[in-house]
């Protein structure tokens, strides 16, 4: 049962209720009111202790008749049905029931731990925005262990609670974690829950055959819990019920919702809900979480044998994972940092690139890994084509997924390519003319000094001639 809180008002006071002539009690505020009870902040008189204590909620009518005398005792029977159950489940989880009493009129007072604190509903409202994914869970998955934990004790005793969800379990100043409100507890196994000095008594403690079906809230209902035949309601309708609390620490909203309750009913019964990843948008999700919430809000989970404890073992392997993924999202995130405000040099992209290797080796599911080793490596190949190291640039560009990044950088670099090839072949073939003119001119040299050297052969050749001409010559004359 859910209560709202209107306000506070105190009993002789305008808008409470007569103070009963009682003994155990001495109540005080009203501090919450649902549609069947009402929850008063009281003194246990035998202890002088502060607790709260559940009562009847009166008929409103003016003129009490049979029809709403009978309403009244079905209310008080199923009090005593509730107090019965949570009574016999001891439990660190469970709300403490201390007493049971009567008012003047022979209504059922239901004593209980006075929780100061807030419900988890209020919790999860308001650190889903206000805290990151990761410290969002941190905090809250430990909370839903704490409830399996109690909901598998309550199974182990043959007890289904059927009202699961978050505004069901009070979340105390210190810590502590309450699931309350055993109103439509059912008893599958009235042995478990027997002693001697307390018979099990079907009045008391309500069984599946004498239960009412359709039971719950449609938001988070099974689709078993619709029915009227209630043989099909067992502890997986519990393991039900806690997948659709992890699908509102995933997605921040129930599995159904809709402002008329018939068709949110109309849909539970279909076993319609909405699917997890709608529901979660673009917030991120860890695969094991996502996974263990669709595997218990599946048509099969009974078949498959997923228990309360199987759920609380998959959560509790979560968590002990969770430092190193936590490790691996601190690395993404100093990479992001880093590509947004650095101005990035070789060594730096190298040395993130080995970052993300860590982080995806602490954490191979990491959603943000792929994403960001895209980034650097891009950013990589851009400087790299810079800088001119195209043979740089072209591995790491291969590298990067298939995408428009990928085809215009690598045809850049193409393009960088071809114009180096083109200016390589400039370059040879002016290094080709060079040594063409200059052997030419070497030539051209050698030539002119051959040339030159035969000229003073014949010249000093004539000189010789003539001068044997002029010797003959000047002997002719003599003789």
């Known amino acids: 049962m859910t209560f709202s809180t209107p306000g506070v008002a105190r009993l002789g006071e305008a808008g409470g209720r007569p103070a009963p002539d009682h003994t155990r009690f001495r109540l005080g505020q009203l501090i919450g009111r649902g549609g069947e009870g009402e929850v008063w902040e009281a003194v246990q008189v035998s202890l002088d202790r502060m607790v709260a204590v559940k009562s009847v909620r009166p008929v409103s009518s003016p003129v009490h008749d049979e029809k709403e005398s009978l309403l009244e005792n079905i209310r008080a029977q199923n009090l005593r049905q509730e107090a019965r159950v949570a009574a016999a489940l001891d439990h660190p989880n469970i709300l403490p029931v201390y007493d049971l009493a009567e008012d003047d009129d022979g209504h059922p007072l239901m004593g209980m731990k006075r929780i100061r604190g807030r419900p988890w509903s209020a919790l999860l409202q308001k650190d889903f925005l206000a805290l990151s994914v990761e410290d969002f869970l941190e905090r809250h998955i430990p909370i839903l262990i704490s409830l399996t934990q109690a909901v598998a004790f309550a199974h182990s005793r043959g007890v ?244 428009e990044a990928r085809v215009t950088l690598l045809a850049s670099i193409a393009s960088a390519e071809a114009s180096r090839r083109q200016q390589a072949l400039h370059r040879k073939v002016g290094a080709i003319m060079i040594i063409c003119l200059l052997v030419l001119s070497i030539s051209a040299f050698l030539v002119a000094q051959h040339r030159q050297r035969v000229a003073e052969l014949l010249r000093i050749e004539s000189d010789k001639t003539a001068a044997l001409a002029e010797e003959r010559a000047s002997e002719a004359a003599e003789a």
């Open 160 to 403: 289904v609670h059927r009202d699961i969800k978050p505004s069901q379990v009070m979340v105390g100043e210190y810590g502590e974690v309450l699931l309350t409100d055993w109103g439509l507890a059912v008893v599958l196994d009235p042995v478990r829950i027997e002693d001697p000095w307390h018979p099990y008594d079907p009045v008391l403690a309500p069984s599946t055959h004498l239960s009412a079906n359709p039971a719950g809230t449609p938001a988070f209902m099974a689709p078993e819990q619709t029915a009227s035949d209630m043989r099909e309601v067992g502890p997986w309708t519990d393991v039900y019920l806690l997948g659709g609390c992890l699908f509102m620490i995933l997605t921040g909203r129930p599995p159904r919702e809709g402002r008329d309750s018939r068709l949110v009913f109309d849909e539970a019964s279909r076993g319609v809900r909405s699917p997890l990843r709608v529901a979660a948008g673009t917030r991120p999700m860890p695969q094991p979480l996502a996974e263990l919430c669709e595997d218990a809000l599946s048509p099969d989970r009974r078949s498959m044998g997923l228990t309360a404890p199987i759920f609380q073992e998959r959560l509790h392997q979560f968590l002990l994972g969770y430092p190193k993924r936590r490790r691996s999202l601190e690395l993404t995130l100093a990479v992001q940092e880093a590509l947004e405000n650095r101005r990035l040099e070789y060594a730096d992209y190298a040395a993130l690139l080995n970052d993300l290797e860590s982080a995806r080796a602490q954490w191979d599911a990491n959603p943000r890994v792929s994403d960001l080793r895209a980034q650097v490596r891009l950013g990589f190949a851009r400087l790299a084509l810079r800088t001119g190291d195209l043979t740089l640039a072209r591995l790491q560009g291969e590298e990067l997924p298939r995408g």
